[in-house]
């Protein structure tokens, strides 16, 4: 389906002006030093690449889809091969090794004439090829930030206060006003709502003004070529290129993330091939500098993957003493009405619209902090991006853009986040133990947390799968 008409446009096309009311490609330096310390840079899922492992629950279980953003746009200055460490990748992985590395590098030109005839099947023409691979060299820097993690995380309430702050509030209240027309018409087409779509926005780039600023064709090529994921960024280079042969964007407007996400929204070109649509019917899908392509394109990515229109993402709950929380798991669906059977009740009082919704329940902070029941949209969410903060933080910004209110329930805040090592020493422990928590990573995932939750229940704690200092010293102790 196409909208009927430009009615946002009067007949005129946008100006980049007019298109983004902030500055493009400015970098708010403390926030980028939060969004730094935020998450994991570890590629560990094939497509947008996740950023916010280590808050969310990827790391076990992988994702189709999930959004490269939060941490690595705030590396996203090209930089030259110089400013490799010359290093070994901390995975361990053969192909991260410093004379895997270099010998790969050697190879860069060789491998991008390999890659040719895949292209021109792809439909890319000599001509786009030539132009776009000739002279070109690899980024080594990247090498370094394919394996780096943080020392330190953030706690669940940290990563909120970060991303749904004041500003980014007021700004998506801006939005919505301005692109109040296009929205209208993405909802009517697509159905998806438009406060999650600015929440998308606001989150990803800060509304277009931490987009990133390298090379996408560079980064992608430079990942084909060398490292441990080769395979599946030649398909993303590929994709690249595919995207300039059919003039959705040009070379210039091909700026982002390291891993290569682009765009407001930061999709990686795959994604973009895939879900991108030309909303503005100007003949070009480009969701970088046309607004209504930016809405439409994202909105069609939700539909596709299971958006249900006119339902939330989920709802804050009070979880009552003595709960058993063996049953907060995503594995573990019931209908709202069966949930306030066990004693969960609605924050604040309210009543749930739709008891017959059927929901899991999240407890990011265990008993000391507030629950949630999340509806099948906040699966949707997490196609986006796997990590359950994100995807919480997407929702909360996205009510509060409609003019809800912050949680009701306070958090746990004398609680201290673990360190990476910490989680990994924690995991080490665990399956010391005989507990199966997967790769002892430093990433929680749903293993991670059922190990967590056993050890608890045997130790004579709350088995809540809340991974706090107190059970790391249990752990340490027993």
Same mark, same amino acid.
């Given at each position: 389906?196409?909208?009927?008409?430009?009615?946002?446009?009067?007949?005129?096309?946008?100006?980049?002006?007019?298109?983004?009311?902030?500055?493009?490609?400015?970098?708010?330096?403390?926030?980028?030093?939060?969004?730094?310390?935020?998450?994991?840079?570890?590629?560990?899922?094939?497509?947008?690449?996740?950023?916010?492992?280590?808050?969310?629950?990827?790391?076990?279980?992988?994702?189709?889809?999930?959004?490269?953003?939060?941490?690595?746009?705030?590396?996203?200055?090209?930089?030259?091969?110089?400013?490799?460490?010359?290093?070994?990748?901390?995975?361990?992985?053969?192909?991260?090794?410093?004379?895997?590395? *270099? $010998?790969?590098?050697?190879?860069?030109?060789?491998?991008?004439?390999?890659?040719?005839? &895949?292209?021109?099947?792809?439909?890319?023409?000599?001509?786009?090829?030539?132009?776009?691979? %000739?002279?070109?060299?690899?980024?080594?820097?990247?090498?370094?930030?394919?394996?780096?993690?943080?020392?330190?995380?953030?706690?669940?309430?940290?990563?909120? +206060?970060?991303?749904?702050? +004041?500003?980014?509030?007021?700004?998506?209240?801006?939005?919505?006003?301005?692109?109040?027309?296009?929205?209208?018409?993405?909802?009517?087409?697509?159905?998806?709502?438009?406060?999650?779509?600015?929440?998308?926005?606001?989150? &990803?780039?800060?509304?277009?003004?931490?987009?990133? /600023?390298?090379?996408?064709?560079?980064?992608?090529?430079?990942?084909?070529?060398?490292?441990?994921?080769?395979?599946?960024?030649?398909?993303?280079?590929?994709?690249?290129?595919?995207?300039? %042969?059919?003039?959705?964007?040009?070379?210039?407007?091909?700026?982002?993330?390291?891993?290569?996400?682009?765009?407001?929204?930061?999709?990686?070109?795959?994604?973009?091939? %895939?879900?991108?649509? +030309?909303? /503005?019917? +100007?003949?070009?899908?480009?969701?970088?500098?046309?607004?209504? /392509?930016?809405? $439409?394109?994202?909105?069609?990515?939700?539909?596709?993957?299971?958006?249900?229109?006119?339902?939330?993402?989920?709802?804050?709950?009070?979880?009552?003493?003595?709960?058993?929380?063996?049953?907060?798991?995503?594995?573990?669906?019931?209908?709202?009405?069966?949930?306030?059977?066990?004693?969960?009740?609605?924050?604040?009082?309210?009543?749930?619209?739709?008891?017959?919704?059927?929901?899991?329940?999240?407890?990011?902070?265990?008993?000391?902090?507030?629950?949630?029941?999340?509806?099948?949209?906040? *699966?949707?969410?997490?196609?986006?991006?796997?990590? &359950? $903060?994100?995807?919480?933080?997407?929702?909360?910004?996205? /009510?509060?853009?409609?003019?809800?209110?912050?949680?009701?329930?306070?958090?746990?805040?004398?609680?201290?986040?673990?360190?990476?090592?910490?989680?990994? &020493?924690?995991?080490?422990?665990?399956?010391?133990?005989?507990?199966?928590?997967?790769?002892?990573?430093?990433?929680?995932?749903?293993?991670?947390?059922?190990?967590?939750?056993?050890?608890?229940?045997?130790?004579?704690?709350?088995?809540?799968?809340?991974?706090?200092?107190?059970?790391? $010293?249990?752990?340490?102790?027993?």
């Amino acid at each position: 389906m196409r909208p009927v008409g430009r009615p946002w446009e009067s007949g005129r096309p946008l100006t980049v002006l007019q298109r983004y009311p902030f500055p493009i490609g400015s970098v708010d330096a403390r926030d980028g030093d939060m969004m730094q310390q935020a998450g994991s840079l570890r590629i560990a899922v094939p497509a947008i690449l996740t950023a916010s492992l280590l808050f969310g629950c990827a790391g076990e279980t992988g994702s189709p889809l999930a959004t490269q953003s939060v941490g690595a746009r705030s590396y996203a200055q090209a930089v030259g091969p110089s400013d490799w460490s010359g290093q070994s990748g901390a995975s361990g992985h053969p192909q991260m090794s410093a004379d895997a590395i *270099r $010998a790969d590098a050697a190879n860069f030109n060789q491998c991008l004439a390999n890659l040719w005839p &895949e292209a021109a099947r792809r439909g890319v023409s000599r001509q786009v090829y030539d132009a776009q691979t %000739q002279g070109l060299t690899p980024d080594l820097k990247i090498m370094d930030l394919v394996d780096a993690q943080p020392e330190f995380t953030k706690a669940f309430w940290e990563y909120l +206060d970060l991303l749904v702050s +004041d500003d980014r509030v007021a700004r998506g209240r801006e939005i919505l006003t301005q692109y109040r027309p296009i929205f209208d018409q993405v909802e009517k087409v697509y159905g998806v709502d438009r406060h999650i779509i600015t929440a998308i926005w606001g989150i &990803e780039s800060k509304y277009s003004t931490m987009i990133g /600023d390298r090379s996408v064709v560079r980064s992608t090529a430079t990942l084909a070529c060398i490292g441990r994921r080769q395979d599946y960024f030649r398909n993303e280079f590929l994709a690249t290129l595919e995207l300039l %042969q059919r003039n959705d964007v040009t070379p210039d407007e091909l700026k982002g993330s390291w891993a290569g996400a682009f765009g407001p929204t930061q999709f990686m070109p795959t994604v973009y091939k %895939q879900y991108a649509v +030309d909303f /503005d019917r +100007d003949g070009r899908r480009d969701i970088v500098s046309s607004v209504p /392509d930016l809405i $439409a394109s994202t909105a069609n990515y939700f539909k596709r993957n299971g958006w249900e229109t006119g339902q939330t993402w989920g709802y804050e709950v009070e979880v009552p003493q003595n709960f058993n929380y063996l049953l907060a798991d995503r594995s573990r669906q019931m209908t709202i009405h069966d949930w306030e059977r066990l004693g969960i009740r609605r924050a604040g009082g309210k009543a749930f619209p739709n008891t017959h919704a059927r929901a899991f329940l999240l407890v990011p902070a265990g008993s000391q902090g507030p629950g949630f029941l999340m509806l099948n949209n906040f *699966r949707v969410i997490m196609r986006y991006n796997p990590s &359950e $903060a994100y995807a919480l933080a997407i929702g909360h910004l996205a /009510d509060r853009l409609r003019g809800g209110e912050a949680f009701v329930q306070a958090w746990p805040r004398h609680e201290r986040a673990l360190s990476v090592a910490e989680r990994a &020493e924690m995991q080490q422990l665990l399956s010391a133990k005989g507990f199966d928590i997967g790769e002892a990573d430093g990433r929680f995932g749903p293993k991670t947390r059922a190990a967590i939750r056993d050890f608890q229940a045997r130790a004579g704690l709350v088995p809540d799968g809340f991974a706090s200092t107190t059970v790391l $010293a249990k752990l340490r102790g027993s």
